[in-house]
């Protein structure tokens, strides 16, 4: 008897793709339990089986939300409590049969749909009219559907580094055969690496409106370049932390001999994209803060190399906008001042650098050039200097106590993240007696769009951006960090690719210090560099993981401002315990906000027990 295998074709593709600029895209089939037949037997819902991968590449933002991984780093602060993701990282209490991000399963479906995408899709009948069309096309289609493939093992890869390898779908009666070991580390590498350079090859440089979204010939390679420099990095790059963790007949999975040359390939990957000529970083004359802004809170895609289309909403401005006034968010995440202290001044210098200029113990009155366009004109000394001349990106990225917000382009709103009052409605900042909002004195401003207005909700338009997945700066500093790695320090081509990322938000060019013309100065330089770049786009997580840093920077406590007095500061002030100026007396002492555990077996997930208990060749990672 023939046996019939069941497939659900899911519909839920993100609400971006059903944008009318990507109709040809988007034909994809009913929402309903269908044959393999009824799949692979009509080209249209082959082409849904292909729209449907499309909607689980991994990317910045979580179905047109933001990703609350931002919370597990030294970012932000997620303080709805518990029941949310970010808590079980911060302090520790994850395992191996409790990991929220755990993507195990999920990513061998996925990986599974390629698979079957791949040995079908050259067998689906084609209409007699069309035939001249896919013969053209089902090439490219596979093409990309490897590098989606690659993608879904990259994700994983970066998770639990050594990981089986899966080319083929596997039936039902084939489940001795799924009982498969992991895969060396650099084996998986190159696996991934390959399959995108292949694809590559059959791969347009770009599209026309009708196929916006689908991955290129730079995006293939981007996702290679970007595999590659986390290979390279210290994490898996002669990382002696994993000598032990070996397959069952002895094969080592992570390598343990240090290989500069891992970075010098990472760096030529990253010039191939870049050599393309393909991409341009947003710049917008005069206006180095919405040069940056803009490509968060617009659908861009001159930088973007792979973007994941999301639909028109206002979910991240619900999200992120602070609460009360005249703001109306959720304000989800609180900022730290970790992050916040990130930014360089606006002359280059970190800001415990001899000479920075920073000053946080006075105050001051001038403008601000907020994300929206608009000159915020501070009509009051109580802006503290320490937000003076910073690198315009914090301007585009965070809200804070004082700066202004436009509301449907008919106020310059100021926003008020310090006690004022027992809240009443008054600060954006302090918890009402029901729910909890921004606690540090800092909202996020990355990704909000200036047209959106909560408080119009119906009639204001809605946002229209993209996710942005990989952006031409990450290609930039790609090459600028490898560089140095391989050669022991910068070169005149490393500093030029990292300035080139610099140069879009008018920052100076380095080297501006005499440490950053050495192998650790300039390391330092890069890191920061993605870290304020990249900042709330799920970057940072993986960074300090790829870095080996998340033993310092995400573990122990974390801070930021005194948004949350207790009554005998306010009393202490000498004025009315309910006034704005008794808030703002004590608003800018520095306190913790939360203590956070990392230990050294976090720099890898676990692979998941149930996994473990029905794949007897799978062995664990460190510490778990």
């Not at 390598?255 to 393309?276: H, S, T």
């Not at 906008?321 to 001044?345: C, H, N, R, T």
């Not at 008919?410 to 606690?439: D, E, L, R």
Request: net charge neutral; with cysteine.
């Amino acid at each position: 008897m023939k046996k019939i295998k069941l497939y659900t074709i899911t519909l839920a593709l993100g609400a971006g793709l059903l944008l009318p600029a990507c109709k040809k895209f988007l034909n994809v089939v009913p929402s309903e339990l269908v044959t393999s037949d009824q799949v692979w037997g009509n080209i249209n819902n082959a082409n849904g089986v292909l729209a449907n991968m499309y909607s689980k590449m991994p990317g910045c933002l979580a179905s047109g939300w933001t990703d609350e991984i931002t919370a597990a780093t030294d970012e932000s602060f997620h303080h709805w409590g518990a029941g949310f993701y970010p808590i079980y990282y911060n302090n520790g209490a994850w395992n191996a049969a409790n990991n929220p991000y755990d993507i195990w399963a999920s990513s061998y479906q996925n990986i599974r749909q390629c698979n079957l995408f791949l040995e079908n899709i050259d067998k689906v009948p084609v209409p007699q009219n069309q035939q001249d069309y896919y013969s053209k096309v089902i090439p490219r289609y596979k093409a990309e559907a490897r590098v989606l493939r690659a993608m879904f093992y990259f994700d994983m890869f970066r998770r639990y580094g050594a990981i089986p390898v899966v080319t083929r779908s596997y039936d039902v009666s084939e489940s001795g055969e799924m009982q498969m070991a992991r895969a060396p580390l650099d084996s998986v590498v190159d696996f991934i690496v390959g399959e995108c350079e292949s694809a590559a090859q059959t791969l347009p440089t770009s599209y026309s409106d009708g196929d916006l979204g689908r991955i290129t010939q730079g995006g293939a390679l981007a996702v290679a370049a970007r595999t590659l420099v986390y290979a390279a990095s210290p994490l898996f790059n002669g990382n002696t932390l994993y000598k032990d963790i070996k397959n069952s007949d002895g094969t080592s999975l992570f390598p343990q001999a240090y290989d500069k040359g891992k970075w010098k390939r990472a760096a030529d990957e990253a010039q191939k994209v870049i050599g393309l000529n393909l991409y341009k970083l947003n710049t917008i004359p005069g206006d180095p803060i919405n040069s940056y802004a803009r490509v968060f809170n617009t659908r861009n895609w001159d930088e973007v190399i792979v973007a994941k289309q999301q639909a028109n909403s206002k979910n991240i401005e619900n999200e992120l906008l602070p609460y009360g006034g005249w703001f109306s968010g959720w304000g989800k995440y609180s900022i730290l001042q970790e992050f916040v202290d990130a930014y360089e001044m606006n002359n280059g210098y970190p800001i415990k650098a001899p000479g920075s200029g920073y000053d946080a113990t006075h105050f001051w009155t001038g403008d601000i050039f907020g994300a929206d366009g608009y000159s915020e004109t501070v009509h009051f000394d109580n802006i503290s200097t320490m937000y003076k001349n910073r690198d315009p990106r914090f301007y585009a990225t965070v809200t804070f106590q004082g700066s202004k917000w436009a509301i449907g382009h008919t106020a310059n709103t100021p926003v008020w993240m310090s006690w004022w009052g027992n809240n009443g409605g008054q600060s954006q900042g302090w918890p009402k007696s029901t729910g909890t909002y921004p606690v540090s004195g800092y909202n996020p401003r990355k990704w909000i769009a200036p047209d959106v207005d909560m408080l119009n909700y119906w009639t204001s338009p809605d946002a229209q951006r993209n996710d942005p997945v990989i952006r031409l700066s990450e290609m930039y500093l790609i090459y600028a960090e490898a560089i140095n790695e391989y050669n022991g320090g910068p070169t005149a081509d490393a500093f030029a690719a990292i300035n080139k990322v610099r140069e879009r938000v008018n920052m100076p060019d380095l080297p501006v210090l005499a440490d950053d013309n050495s192998l650790i100065g300039f390391r330092a330089r890069v890191q920061n560099e993605n870290r304020v770049e990249f900042a709330f786009e799920s970057h940072r997580f993986w960074d300090v993981r790829r870095w080996l840093i998340g033993t310092t920077v995400d573990n122990g406590p974390v801070h930021g401002l005194n948004a949350r007095p207790t009554t005998e500061e306010l009393k202490a002030t000498g004025y009315d315990v309910n006034s704005k100026e008794a808030g703002l007396a004590v608003f800018y002492k520095v306190v913790t906000i939360q203590t956070r555990v990392f230990q050294p077996k976090h720099y890898l997930f676990p692979i998941p027990q149930t996994e473990l208990e029905t794949n007897h060749k799978l062995v664990q990672n460190y510490g778990w």
